[in-house]
């Protein structure tokens, strides 16, 4: 077996077949809601029609007496049961120096409900139609409360409160920079410019909805959750906690994962109700969300206003940013849904710009609204939005070039490390060199012609363009892998990262190739199991550039164990012991031995290591995306015709799995900037669109012409691979290009500056009235 020639053909760098998709193409994926269990009961929620309202009494009896039904559960006899409620830690404080505090987010609401959709009872039944059909039994009487579910109101003197222990709605507030240092270079800045934003809440939609199945094994006295999750270890210990259980006494098991998004990070209330109905009934229960329950009940993502200002001398260069932000945690204020406003947006807010002077604001808000949690991005998209904004809103008033702008701002090679204002250390980056190439790939000096070629059609034509960053890594730097090579000619590596659709599997099983140096069949890598391994799992784009570096470290120690007891069979020192393809020779002789033999050889009958390895902190991928439009005046709508990018995400593994991360990314990105909003009518907070017939996806006819490339010439410097995180880069880059090159094509047609008080999404509507010089109100920022 030639060592080279397998490497070529399937290590890292090479285009191969994914070794997920022969059995999810022939339909033999195993997602949660595939198994069913002998003794299978179904749960279904009945959950509130009201956007705030006190419980005033639940009648379970009439559904409890239905053919088939097992149990009825509320959220009383949760709380009497001593079933607690989901924690929320987090290093903040309130704005008057107070602890953050936040509703209990229970399992089954409790005395008060504070969102449409929050769970009420849970009917536990021999089938889901006889599930579904005694929830509709279920009588709930409620009071109904004023409710307020915009940040501006919900701060207002006498707004409905969300959580009555509080003075307000405020949860945590942050301020980051120097206010003195900020306004001083204000006062001296010879060009000023100012933009409103409303970040719009939106719908991750991953095509699996959620489901989870829960059994308790009497013999053992545990309890095994099965659900879709990225995060398997999360789900485990929180679950555990609520139930008042030992960790070790819950297993959590992951198979196939339609789509993750951020949504499916943590438990939620739903996976702990099922887990105490199987644990309190020990019969296996198992519940699958209805889309409409994803829409209301899942957590949405954005949702923050804000409004930044940026001062510049008379050459372009920046003297400062200053930016006040709002956001919205929803009903309940969790620790994801205040970190990603309060320190991830913030972390990146600078992006690849030499700014050091800032002014940051930030608060969350509580409304009566559905819980805010991670979605693509999580903080950055927001941030970078903002900043990109900024950028184009500057370069109209100097009459610059916008990439030229951005050109006379970013950080030189030679400042390489660098620290933002935030602390944040930037490893490497040739930020001007992937401008560059972003250029050069979009033939950004052709657009003029293009754009008269467009007015011959009758289309406006607008360029806009994001040059910027991104953190990567999630929360926790490190984890743990364990290989095992096996007698029957398998190497199989375990990792507490979590495929999600993403491909991981295959760029995980590449790096072990490169190792190994066998075919990439006797690769086996296995995920989603807390009784073979655990950590953080899969968020931040930390898969590869985490969980990878964790997995070629740990396949390397096990081939220098494998040679120590190679060097043992075969008698020789172990400096004379070389590896190729599988097997080990003595160095100049004809002696060797096959790793797997090696393996049958062992007490156990494999060669068995565990190794956890840690990463030097956050990479930091990042980019140049080019978006051009074209609108039709007569209608308003937007059609995406060019999307140029160019990505630095260090090392390559699998170059179509990054292409379909950023491709995928972006038109995600798009669906924020054209057409997607989560939203609710204001006096009653019902949700407007709960529903596909309502919130809009982007669709495959709306944008075309994506070139996409990868800079591999900056390895990052801090791990073992060189690589970069790569699954958010194109949601980031994607927004404020199309929204830049719409308000580009705004400008061109006679509105300027105004074009600039556009909002996302950018509906037909919104871009026809903006022709006509009608705009929304702005949000109104913070003040103070």
Known sequence: MNAPLEASRFGSGQQVQRVEDPALVAGQGRFTDDVAPAGLLHAVFVRSPHAHARIVSIEPDA???????????????????GVKALPTVVPFKRSDGQDVQAAPRRALAHERVRYVGEAVVMVVAASREAARAAADAVFVEYDELPAVIDVVAAM???????????????AAAMRYGDAAAAQAAFDRAAVRVAVDIHNQRLAPSPLEPRAVLAEFDAATRRLQIRLSSQMPTGVRDSVAGALGLKPDAVRVVVGDVGGGFGMKTGAYPEDVAVAHAAHTLQRPVKWRAERLEEFLAAVHGRDAISHAELALDAAGKVLALRVKVMANTGAYATSTGMVIPLALGPWVITSIYDIQTIDLQLQTVM????????????????????TERLFDAAARELKLDPAELRRRNMIRPEQMPYKNPLGQLYDCGQFEKILDQGLALAEWHGFVARREASQRKGRLRGRGIATFLEWTGGAVFEERVTVTVRPDGIVELCSAVQAMGQGIATSLAQLAVDVFQLPIERIRVTMGDTDRNNGFGSAGSRSAYIGGSALHVASRKTLDEARTL?????EAPARDIEYTAGRFSVSGTDLGI????????????????????????????????????EIDPDTGAVEVVSYASVNDIGRVISPQIVQGQVDGGAV???????????????????????????????????????KTRFDTTVPCTINPLG??????LGTIGAAPAVVNAVIDALDHAGQGRSAERIQMPLTPERVWRALHGQYDPPPLPPQG
């Open 63 to 81: 559904a409890a007496a239905m053919s088939g039904v097992v149990a009825v559960f509320t959220g009383a006899q949760l709380v009497a049961a």
């Open 156 to 170: 207002r003197p006498g707004a409905p409160k969300v959580f009555d222990a509080l003075p307000d709605n405020e």
């Open 367 to 386: 409304t009566h609204t559905g819980t805010i949690g991670a979605y693509r991005g999580a903080g950055r998209p927001e941030a970078i939005y903002i």
């Open 566 to 570: 190679a060097a043992q069979a075969l």
């Open 594 to 629: 096959d790793l797997f033999e090696l393996a049958a050889r062992q007490k156990d009958a494999r060669i068995f290591v565990e190794s956890t390895s840690a990463v030097g902190g956050a990479s930091w991928p990042n980019a140049c995306h080019v978006c051009e439009v």
């Open 668 to 706: 995600q990105g798009i669906g924020q900037a054209l057409c997607e909003r989560m939203a609710y009518e204001p006096e009653t907070g019902q949700a407007l669109s709960a529903s596909f017939m309502d919130y809009a996806m982007p669709r495959v006819d709306g944008f075309r012409a994506f």
């Open 723 to 728: 690589v970069k995180g790569v699954g958010e």
